[in-house]
Protein backbone atom coordinates (compact mmCIF):
# COMPACT_ATOMS: atom_id res chain seq x y z
CA UNK A 1 0.00 0.00 0.00
CA UNK A 2 0.69 3.44 -0.32
CA UNK A 3 0.95 5.91 2.07
CA UNK A 4 0.19 9.96 2.04
CA UNK A 5 0.94 12.72 4.68
CA UNK A 6 0.75 15.91 3.92
CA UNK A 7 2.22 18.85 5.86
CA UNK A 8 2.22 22.83 5.82
CA UNK A 9 -1.40 23.83 6.29
CA UNK A 10 -1.87 27.05 8.16
CA UNK A 11 -3.34 30.37 9.01
CA UNK A 12 -2.95 33.43 6.66
CA UNK A 13 -4.03 36.46 5.18
CA UNK A 14 -6.10 37.19 1.87
CA UNK A 15 -2.50 37.45 -0.68
CA UNK A 16 -0.23 35.06 1.43
CA UNK A 17 1.16 32.00 0.23
CA UNK A 18 1.72 28.85 1.23
CA UNK A 19 3.58 25.67 0.18
CA UNK A 20 1.68 22.36 0.99
CA UNK A 21 4.00 18.65 1.16
CA UNK A 22 2.97 15.53 0.83
CA UNK A 23 5.15 12.73 1.69
CA UNK A 24 4.57 9.13 0.10
CA UNK A 25 5.85 5.92 1.22
CA UNK A 26 7.04 3.24 -0.68
CA UNK A 27 9.65 3.16 -3.91
CA UNK A 28 6.63 2.80 -6.41
CA UNK A 29 6.21 6.95 -6.31
CA UNK A 30 7.78 7.88 -9.75
CA UNK A 31 5.29 5.26 -11.36
CA UNK A 32 2.17 7.31 -9.51
CA UNK A 33 -0.11 10.06 -10.97
CA UNK A 34 -0.25 12.85 -7.87
CA UNK A 35 -2.95 14.81 -7.57
CA UNK A 36 -4.02 17.57 -4.75
CA UNK A 37 -7.92 17.56 -3.90
CA UNK A 38 -9.77 20.28 -1.13
CA UNK A 39 -13.00 19.78 0.67
CA UNK A 40 -14.50 23.23 2.12
CA UNK A 41 -16.95 22.81 4.98
CA UNK A 42 -20.30 21.27 3.85
CA UNK A 43 -19.20 20.86 0.50
CA UNK A 44 -18.24 18.36 -1.72
CA UNK A 45 -14.12 17.12 -2.06
CA UNK A 46 -12.78 19.09 -5.03
CA UNK A 47 -10.41 19.23 -7.53
CA UNK A 48 -7.51 21.56 -7.31
CA UNK A 49 -4.43 20.17 -9.34
CA UNK A 50 -2.41 17.01 -11.02
CA UNK A 51 0.93 16.74 -11.72
CA UNK A 52 2.22 13.58 -14.19
CA UNK A 53 4.68 11.26 -12.76
CA UNK A 54 7.33 12.96 -14.28
CA UNK A 55 6.37 16.11 -13.56
CA UNK A 56 6.07 17.19 -16.91
CA UNK A 57 3.04 17.97 -16.84
CA UNK A 58 0.30 19.42 -15.00
CA UNK A 59 -3.58 20.64 -14.75
CA UNK A 60 -4.82 22.44 -12.88
CA UNK A 61 -8.71 23.50 -11.78
CA UNK A 62 -10.14 27.07 -13.06
CA UNK A 63 -10.12 28.36 -9.71
CA UNK A 64 -6.88 27.85 -9.04
CA UNK A 65 -4.91 28.23 -12.49
CA UNK A 66 -2.46 30.90 -12.58
CA UNK A 67 -2.26 31.34 -8.42
CA UNK A 68 -1.32 27.53 -7.59
CA UNK A 69 1.47 25.06 -8.86
CA UNK A 70 2.18 21.62 -8.53
CA UNK A 71 5.86 20.23 -8.52
CA UNK A 72 7.57 16.45 -7.33
CA UNK A 73 10.74 15.41 -6.23
CA UNK A 74 11.03 11.55 -7.50
CA UNK A 75 13.77 11.29 -5.55
CA UNK A 76 12.73 12.37 -2.36
CA UNK A 77 8.79 10.54 -3.08
CA UNK A 78 7.31 14.01 -2.11
CA UNK A 79 4.85 16.03 -4.13
CA UNK A 80 3.98 20.11 -3.51
CA UNK A 81 1.13 22.63 -4.05
CA UNK A 82 2.63 25.78 -4.17
CA UNK A 83 -0.12 28.28 -3.44
CA UNK A 84 0.10 32.27 -4.07
CA UNK A 85 -2.16 34.80 -3.53
CA UNK A 86 -4.38 32.83 -1.80
CA UNK A 87 -8.40 33.53 -1.28
CA UNK A 88 -10.77 33.03 1.88
CA UNK A 89 -12.69 31.12 -0.92
CA UNK A 90 -9.75 28.54 -0.87
CA UNK A 91 -9.96 27.89 3.03
CA UNK A 92 -10.61 24.08 3.17
CA UNK A 93 -8.79 20.80 3.83
CA UNK A 94 -6.50 19.93 1.06
CA UNK A 95 -5.67 16.37 0.75
CA UNK A 96 -3.14 14.33 -1.87
CA UNK A 97 -4.11 11.69 -3.48
CA UNK A 98 -2.38 9.26 -5.84
CA UNK A 99 -2.87 6.67 -8.34
CA UNK A 100 -0.46 4.31 -10.64
CA UNK A 101 0.11 6.36 -13.72
CA UNK A 102 -0.33 3.54 -16.56
CA UNK A 103 -1.38 5.23 -19.62
CA UNK A 104 -0.83 8.84 -18.77
CA UNK A 105 -4.32 10.26 -18.66
CA UNK A 106 -5.19 12.40 -16.11
CA UNK A 107 -7.99 11.55 -13.79
CA UNK A 108 -9.77 15.00 -11.67
CA UNK A 109 -12.42 12.81 -10.13
CA UNK A 110 -11.66 12.15 -6.58
CA UNK A 111 -13.22 8.30 -7.10
CA UNK A 112 -10.45 7.62 -9.84
CA UNK A 113 -7.68 7.94 -6.85
CA UNK A 114 -7.27 4.94 -4.75
CA UNK A 115 -4.91 6.62 -1.94
CA UNK A 116 -4.94 9.51 0.15
CA UNK A 117 -3.62 11.32 3.03
CA UNK A 118 -5.12 12.61 6.04
CA UNK A 119 -5.35 16.41 4.74
CA UNK A 120 -3.84 19.51 5.82
CA UNK A 121 -5.78 22.34 7.18
CA UNK A 122 -5.39 25.80 5.01
CA UNK A 123 -7.25 28.94 6.39
CA UNK A 124 -7.29 32.13 4.80
CA UNK A 125 -8.95 35.15 6.19
CA UNK A 126 -9.56 38.45 4.49
Known amino acids: QVQLVESGGGSVQAGDSLRLSCATS????????MGWFRQAPGKEREFVGI????????YFADSVKGRFNISRDNAESRVYLQMNNLKPEDTAVYYC???????????????????WGQGTQVTVSS
Open 26 to 33: GRTFSNML
Open 97 to 115: AARWDITGTFYSRKDDYPF
Open 51 to 58: ISKSGGRT
